[in-house]
């Protein structure tokens, strides 16, 4: 089986010749060009060209990161960003905007009839050599229930734009090498989309709490944008399809899940798998009070799991918790792959657990969560790699 229908059959619980093995690797090269410590065999590669010469999958949840120019982050204040590889493109039309961008801070500023909204990015070459490839936030949409209404403008006048040519160009790159996963949006849902990334987190707690009302009137009219990007990920050609990331039993504690999220991602499983097509969600944070609510979501994948040590979880809870209707991907925390975190005897102990944990190896792609990190060992990629080599092929029960 090559990498593409290892994944693919995984994932529909069929048996496989080994389990699928698709590391993450685009943060760490990331970091590593920053540092321009990019060793000479990886040297100008993109993702795809990087996983053959590690000969494993190629992690491609929704685009390539690294390629030159590939993203545009002039709406990521509101959540939004654009990339080349995405089968949509997000455009604010019909309202005065004005942006500038030093190579550090990009500034945005939108005029509405609610008043004016200000927003600022920063990112830095140390941010990008510690592999981290988004700006971080300085001053949010939000800062106080006065600034809902203008919020809720620029949501209507977002407009989103089928770009199936753009998925299908990355789904081509990625051929046989792994599944191209088409990029929906990373908030599950409206309100998941305040708490993560138009407002400062303590504040949203506030505003949450006091001034409920308004902020559901706002998420009402945020939702024809999300089902515009539902529009066009059901319209694309892609097997597999990504919807929402970030989940934390503390964050998104299980009832705030329930009534918040859970919805939305059965809304979006339902209508994808109308389509034929997979559902995969990012699911990095503390899963374990979440775990019972997953599965009435309907999605196919967990992807990025976090294990312990990194987390409260196991990898053979979760796989507990989620077969056989729902996948796992990820399953090997970073942190193992760092010779100052793992003893090379600790690190083999760890896989000593880790594989004899799975059972039968079935609904689990291993990948690293959330992320290879930029001082890993790369040598123990290839232990990993003849583990499962090791294990054998997978028969589901």
């Given at each position: 089986?090559?990498?593409?229908?290892?994944?693919?059959?995984?994932?529909?619980?069929e048996p496989t010749d080994q389990i699928p093995w698709a590391p993450r690797m685009d943060l760490w090269y990331i970091a590593q060009r920053?540092?321009?410590t990019v060793?000479?065999?990886?040297a100008n590669m993109n993702m795809v060209e990087v996983a053959a010469q590690l000969d494993?999958?190629?992690?491609?949840i929704g685009a390539d990161f690294t390629l030159p120019g590939g993203r545009d982050n002039s709406l990521r204040a509101l959540?939004?960003?654009n990339h080349q590889d995405y089968p949509y493109r997000v455009e604010l039309q019909g309202l005065p905007l004005e942006s500038s961008d030093d190579?550090?801070?990009?500034?945005?500023h939108v005029r509405t009839s609610a008043g004016d909204v200000f927003l600022h990015l920063y990112r830095s070459q140390s941010m990008a050599r510690d592999g981290i490839s988004l700006p971080f936030v300085k001053s949010y949409a939000i800062h106080s229930v006065e600034d809902l209404e203008a919020?809720?403008?620029?949501?209507?006048?977002?407009?989103?734009?089928?770009?199936?040519e753009s998925y299908r160009a990355f789904h081509q790159r990625i051929g046989d090498r792994g599944i191209a996963v088409a990029r929906g949006p990373v908030a599950a849902s409206p309100v998941h989309l305040i708490l993560h990334e138009l407002v400062a987190m303590d504040q949203f707690f506030y505003l949450y709490h006091d001034e409920p009302d308004a902020i559901h009137r706002l998420t009402s009219r945020m939702e024809p944008y999300f089902d515009a990007c539902l529009d066009a990920l059901v319209a694309c050609d892609a097997e597999v399809v990504f919807w929402g990331a970030n989940y934390d039993q503390d964050l998104t504690w299980p009832p705030f899940f329930q009534k918040e999220i859970a919805p939305w991602l059965k809304k979006v499983s339902d209508r994808l798998h109308a389509a034929g097509k997979l559902v995969l969600t990012h699911t990095d944070g503390e899963n374990k009070k979440l775990l019972p609510l997953y599965p009435a979501c309907d999605f196919d994948v967990a992807e990025s799991f976090s294990p312990t040590p990194m987390t409260k979880t196991t990898l053979a809870e979760m796989l507990q918790g989620l077969r056989p209707k729902i996948t796992v991907f990820g399953g090997i925390p970073s942190v193992a792959l760092l010779d100052n975190a793992m003893s090379d005897q600790v690190f083999a102990q760890y896989l000593d657990t880790l594989f004899a944990s799975i059972g039968a190896g079935d609904h689990l792609i291993l990948g690293v969560a959330d992320n290879v990190p930029p001082d890993a060992n790369l040598g123990r990629l290839e232990v990993i790699k003849q583990r499962i080599i090791d294990f054998g092929p997978v028969t589901p029960p």
């Open positions: 089986m090559n990498h593409h229908e290892r994944m693919l059959a995984t994932i529909r619980g920053a540092r321009g060793p000479a065999r990886f494993v999958a190629c992690h491609a959540g939004i960003d190579g550090e801070n990009l500034r945005t919020v809720a403008q620029i949501f209507e006048h977002l407009v989103v734009i089928p770009t199936p």
